[in-house]
């Protein structure tokens, strides 16, 4: 079956950097839309960004835009988010979904495959 597992998650200060990762298996990695999403306490779930199949092509919150960046490795099956200059309302649990079709600013309720997230903690 599908499984993306999120990693890299933890507490940092304001400021910091994190890399997450997201490891996916039992779909053909390199032919889907990966996304990055995130939920922090007492809000919904938002949108942070995506990167296309052949990692040619990304898209950003602007909350976001500038400061992470997602990337993509398609021989280790795996995909990225860069956070850098965190702030302390970067505090969530983040998750990666995948997606068939579709796409940079696909809505949340079209991607097909979700992780179980990773928290992360910014602190100020």
């Known amino acids: 079956q599908v499984q993306l597992v999120e990693s890299g998650g933890g507490l940092v200060q304001a400021g910091g950097s994190l890399r997450l990762s997201c490891a996916a298996s039992?779909?053909?990695?390199?032919?889907?839309?990966m996304g990055w999403f995130r939920q922090a306490p007492g809000k919904e779930r938002e949108f942070v960004g995506a990167i296309n199949w052949s990692g040619g092509s990304t898209s950003y919150a602007d909350s976001v835009k500038g400061r992470f960046t997602i990337a993509r490795d398609n021989a280790e099956n795996t995909v990225y988010l860069q956070m850098n200059s965190l702030k302390p309302e970067d505090t969530a649990v983040y998750y990666c979904?995948?997606?068939?079709?579709?796409?940079?600013?696909?809505?949340?309720?079209?991607?097909?495959?979700w992780g179980q997230g990773t928290q992360v903690t910014v602190s100020s």
């Open positions: 979904a995948a997606a068939a079709w579709g796409g940079l600013y696909l809505r949340q309720n079209e991607y097909d495959y």
């Open positions: 039992g779909l053909t990695f390199s032919t889907y839309l």
